[in-house]
């Protein structure tokens, strides 16, 4: 017996399938709060990467280049305050 070789119709259906899957796991909004995983990534990966924020945003997987450059400002505030001159 030979090994049956599946139709071109049922190829389609299973390409359709796998690039469905992939579209519901990258099509995400990302989510506004951040979670102590993605915290925790960001301080990582702003330790490897600097302020490379692509690249960042690569590490973290999970929110774009301008959710990380704001989280960024923010952090920085947080851990260096200014003053208040009066």
Do not use: C
């Not at 692509?54 to 929110?63: E, G, M």
């Not at 923010?74 to 001159?85: D, G």
């Amino acid at each position: 017996m030979g090994k049956q070789r599946s139709s071109p119709s049922m190829r389609k259906k299973v390409q359709r399938k796998h690039l469905m899957e992939l579209l519901r796991i990258t099509a995400r909004p990302p989510q506004e709060r951040w979670s102590i995983r993605e915290s925790v990534n960001f301080k990582i990966a702003l330790g490897r990467f600097g302020e490379d924020w692509p690249r960042v945003a690569q590490f973290v997987s999970t929110k774009t280049t301008h959710q990380i450059s704001v989280y960024a400002e923010e952090y920085y505030y947080l851990k260096h305050p200014r003053t208040q001159s009066r």
